[in-house]
């Protein structure tokens, strides 16, 4: 009885493990540094220097914008003309600041990808991410409880 309760527990850690930790999001700020993006816990200091980028680049004044909730962003604006710089950025913001609906102070950008998520390293960058591991440790663990008839 005592190894079927252990079990579970043992279970039911592997889902809600990641419940307990802070969000996390992939940092880059540019196309070249985002080819293999950085991680970092999201805080209120990542979230200031989200908007502090933002309002260097968008027209919007975000510098006020703070919460205690944050999301992962991930942004890409380019444009054709050659004498323009694009903006490729990902990491933290604020829950509330409204990333994905600023407008570029160059009115030549466009905006070709935008995401505003808040599950763990949901702004992608191409890896394998912590969730596919519990996921799979988890089924491990059903696997290995099963055959042992525990």
Request: proline share 3%.
């Amino acid at each position: 009885m005592f190894v079927k309760f252990f079990g579970g527990l043992v279970l039911l850690g592997f889902f809600y493990i990641q419940l307990a930790n802070s969000l996390e999001c992939y940092s880059c700020d540019s196309m070249q540094g985002c080819k293999s993006p950085g991680k970092i816990t999201c805080n209120s200091n990542n979230s200031n220097q989200t908007n502090r980028y933002l309002t260097q680049h968008f027209n919007q004044n975000l510098t006020n914008v703070t919460s205690s909730n944050f999301k992962c962003v991930f942004l890409n604006y380019t444009t054709r003309q050659s004498s323009y710089s694009n903006i490729t950025y990902k990491g933290c913001a604020f829950d509330r600041t409204p990333v994905c609906e600023l407008y570029p102070r160059n009115p030549a950008l466009q905006k070709q990808k935008c995401i505003q998520c808040s599950a763990k390293l949901c702004n992608p960058a191409g890896t394998f991410s912590s969730s596919s591991l519990t996921v799979i440790a988890s089924i491990i663990v059903v696997t290995l409880y099963k055959a042992l008839n525990l």
